[in-house]
């Protein structure tokens, strides 16, 4: 998967969302569903990604924050946390309702389901999902061994259209 690298400042550069990909009816996935979703992923990166923090880290927050605001543009815990990361603030901590090892199982294990569901954007889905499982929990082996399968079935995961840009100097990370 592509990390790509924070701005020249080396801070968080914001997702940039004009429609969401998967806010969409053809989603193997109830809209509530997606909401909660998106509010437990914004929540992971609140509480542990920080918005001084290392490029690396920003990157998973851009690439977090953009797939909630995919899943719900108008996801109140993934907009005020955009906003936060962008101003350079501190987000309040807020009481997660899974840990993180519980939120990548789901997410491993919601990606399996909707890739079964077929159709392009639930295969994309998918393979977002897995490879946000590994960000989340890179010891979750199923995830792991899942996002590797995915990639060779089907493509490589090109975070892209959820960040909605291309900047040069990406690096390849292995999870």
């Given at each position: 998967?592509?990390?790509?690298?924070?701005?020249?400042?080396?801070?968080?550069?914001?997702?940039?969302?004009?429609?969401?990909?998967?806010?969409?009816?053809?989603?193997?996935?109830?809209?509530?569903?997606?909401?909660?979703?998106?509010?437990?992923?914004?929540?992971?990166?609140?509480?542990?990604?920080?918005?001084?923090?290392?490029?690396?880290?920003?990157?998973?927050?851009?690439?977090?924050?953009?797939?909630?605001?995919?899943?719900?543009?108008?996801?109140?815990?993934?907009?005020?946390?955009?906003?936060?990361?962008?101003?350079?603030?501190?987000?309040?901590?807020?009481?997660?309702?899974?840990?993180?090892?519980?939120?990548?199982?789901?997410?491993?294990?919601?990606?399996?389901?909707?890739?079964?569901?077929?159709?392009?954007?639930?295969?994309?889905?998918?393979?977002?999902?897995?490879?946000?499982?590994?960000?989340?929990?890179?010891?979750?082996?199923?995830?792991?061994?899942?996002?590797?399968?995915?990639?060779?079935?089907?493509?490589?995961?090109?975070?892209?259209?959820?960040?909605g840009r291309v900047r040069s100097g990406t690096v390849r990370s292995?999870?």
């Amino acid at each position: 998967m592509d990390l790509l690298r924070a701005d020249k400042e080396g801070g968080y550069d914001e997702p940039i969302v004009t429609k969401a990909l998967f806010a969409g009816e053809e989603i193997a996935m109830l809209a509530v569903d997606r909401d909660k979703l998106a509010t437990n992923i914004a929540a992971f990166v609140v509480n542990s990604i920080k918005p001084d923090g290392k490029a690396e880290a920003l990157d998973v927050a851009t690439r977090l924050i953009g797939l909630a605001l995919h899943l719900n543009p108008r996801n109140r815990m993934a907009v005020v946390a955009n906003f936060q990361f962008k101003k350079g603030l501190s987000p309040k901590k807020v009481d997660p309702e899974y840990s993180p090892v519980t939120l990548a199982e789901l997410m491993q294990r919601k990606a399996e389901l909707i890739h079964k569901r077929g159709g392009d954007l639930n295969a994309m889905l998918a393979g977002y999902m897995l490879a946000a499982a590994v960000d989340i929990d890179p010891r979750n082996e199923t995830a792991i061994y899942q996002l590797e399968m995915y990639r060779k079935a089907v493509a490589e995961i090109d975070w892209t259209p959820i960040v909605g840009r291309v900047r040069s100097g990406t690096v390849r990370s292995g999870g």
